[in-house]
């Protein structure tokens, strides 16, 4: 982490284009996640609030870092015959590097990922799980809730996808709704510990069946 922002510190593209790649490489996705990824962006974005960084330098860290998660996301994604887990942002949710975070580490622990980028509305979920089996849509929150109305899209969600088809919720954002008014099926992960869990769990299930029920 501390040389990755180094590297972006002196704007050198030579120091900091292979790095997290090479923690990809070396460390299990949970850490690189928590110890170096997620660290090393939020610094860079308190840096950029204080003037410290510039634009183009809180860039040339979040690209490396879309790029590194895709390239492994791609290198680990298991090929098909099983149900899918499909990973987006809500409308009117720009902040996709959580759920690309989150998609990555599915993978590299035997999920079927399917990644969709982000800002997506919950019409074309339904539209996705009625064309493709899907085990869970999983949901990075980062804008306020209440901005993006994320209790309202969750619950229309709901309503637009089979019922064995769970909705799973994370991000910072996700942590300012409230438990209760979720919809059936819909689970918070909490934690880390709590997403991997559900992740194992349902790796040990075979991903469910081939087709929903």
Known sequence: RDDLLASIDRYDAAGW???????????????LLADVLAPALHEAGLRWHRGRYSIAQEHMLSSAVLRSLAAQLDRHNPAGGARAVAFTT??????????????????????????????????????????????????SVV????????LGQVQALRAALPDDVEIWLGGFGSAQMEPAQLPPGTLLMSSLDTYIARLDSLAARGHGPETPP
């Open 17 to 31: 284009a292979g790095l997290p790649a090479r923690a990809a490489d070396a460390l299990p996705a949970e850490v």
């Open 143 to 150: 804008a306020r809730p209440t901005v993006i109305d994320a």
């Open 90 to 139: 809500l409308a009117g949710d720009r902040h996709g590097v959580g759920a690309l975070m989150a998609a990555t580490i599915a993978a590299r622990r035997g999920v079927r990922v399917l990644h969709l980028g982000w800002d997506l509305p919950v019409a074309e979920l339904g539209t996705l799980a009625r064309h493709v089996p899907l085990a869970a849509v999983a949901l």
